[in-house]
């Protein structure tokens, strides 16, 4: 544990750790303005039976990626998720002037060139706009904008999950729990009790599991994988992105889906490689996933295969390298969709391991200023329509 205790690493342990303890307080946040996001959503996704499309840059569009399977479960309601990096170059391909629309921006900083340029292009192009914005800052640029325009509702976050560190962590699974919140208030108190579940889970993970996830950075793999499926897909998106991040490009990272991981992409294993699975808690999903297992541990080599699971098949330990168990009893209710925030601290804090065994600073991976904590060099243009 002495390597966590750096100068250079004292932003990102803390946001890591601080998780468990930021998702109560967000939970708190949003059960205090349920009836004005209520009164908001109401008409434009009752009445209007508006799109619904969730935005935002790298990570927070990950965010994005991760919640819209529940939502669109959730809601009848036409559910994507498109980064703001794609809307501004290409806004007539992505929002469009006669469908009524909320717009769900994930915003850390609020101040990404391409999360104002995304907020303006839709208040632009589409005749029935709301806005809603979900993030860190209270003074960033995007919240500004959107709290004095009478057709956008912020929603803030604890402060604390406003990282400091480069890489976002409390704030991905602040912005993440609050919009499944958000579309899931009229079962609000369930969904209370599943968070406080998860959040004891997470808990114990950083109290409890630590060694288990530096025992694999010391295996020294060059290439690490991330698989899953639906949700478990976008949380691969984003803990792959961590590891690359952390590690400043040193070690290649690659994510996919389970049954997509062999239409071409798992020509990429060789002894050199890491693979994380995360295991469904879908007992019909699960299935593909230990299907999948089962492949790779019979197509031999000295590769390494991670289950992250949430209930463990005493098959697990013959197919796996490595099993890392959430809870071996309390799995049953836990949806996807909740059980990810679990596993994404795994891979954060591998992450996080990762850079510290390269000797990088977690903190500021890229100090030469090739990749910041908020993007610079892009320039908004402006659009005719």
């Known amino acids: 544990m002495d390597q966590l205790n750096t100068d250079g690493n004292r932003h990102t342990m803390k946001e890591i750790f601080q998780q468990p303890k930021l998702w109560r307080e967000t939970v708190n946040m949003i059960e205090q303005q349920k009836e004005e996001i209520q009164a908001f959503l109401h008409d434009p996704l009752i009445r209007k039976k508006a799109r ?13 990626d991760t919640v819209t399977p529940c939502v669109s479960r959730k809601i009848p309601n036409r559910t994507e998720s498109i980064p703001t990096t794609d809307i501004v170059a290409n806004p007539m391909d ?7 629309t909320i717009l769900v921006s994930f915003a850390r900083s609020g101040n990404s060139p391409e999360s104002v340029g995304a907020y303006d292009l839709a208040e632009q192009i589409v005749k029935d706009i709301y806005q809603i914005v979900i993030t860190c800052n209270r003074e960033g640029s995007l919240a500004k904008k959107a709290s004095s325009n009478s057709n956008s509702l912020v929603i803030y976050m604890p402060e604390e999950s406003n990282d400091l560190g480069f890489a976002m962590t409390s704030s991905f699974s602040c912005m993440y729990l609050a919009a499944l919140l958000l579309f899931d208030l009229d079962d609000l108190e369930a969904a209370k009790k599943k968070a406080a579940q998860i959040a004891n889970h997470a808990q114990r993970i950083l109290n409890e599991q630590l060694k288990e996830v530096q025992e694999l950075v010391s295996l020294n793999k060059k290439r690490v994988v991330y698989l899953g499926s639906s949700t478990l897909k976008g949380l691969a998106k984003e803990t792959c992105l961590k590891n690359l991040e952390l590690t400043s490009g040193i070690i290649p990272t690659f994510w996919e889906s389970i049954l997509g991981f062999r239409h071409g992409p798992k020509s990429l294993i060789d002894d050199e490689t890491l693979i994380f699975v995360f295991l469904s808690n879908d007992p019909y999903t699960r299935r593909y996933d230990l299907d999948l297992l089962r492949e790779l541990h019979s197509d031999g080599g000295n590769k390494t295969i991670v289950a992250i699971t949430y209930g463990d098949e005493p098959e697990l ?5 490595k099993v890392l168990v959430v809870s071996e009893t309390e799995h049953s209710g836990l949806e996807d969709h909740f059980i990810a925030l ?3 601290l795994y891979g954060q804090l591998f992450a996080m391991f990762n850079s510290l065994s390269l000797g990088i600073d977690p903190d500021n991976p890229s100090p030469s200023g090739t990749v910041n904590r908020v993007v610079k060099g892009v320039h908004i243009h402006p659009f005719a329509n």
């Not at 619904?52 to 994005?64: D, I, K, M």
């Not at 992505?94 to 009524?100: A, D, N, Q, R, V």
């Not at 330990?317 to 390298?321: F, N, R």
């Open 52 to 64: 619904v499309l969730f935005t935002g840059a790298g990570t927070s569009a990950y965010v994005g």
């Open 94 to 100: 992505y929002l469009h002037e006669h469908i009524p």
């Open 317 to 321: 330990y013959e197919w796996c390298g």
């Open 342 to 344: 679990d596993y994404l």
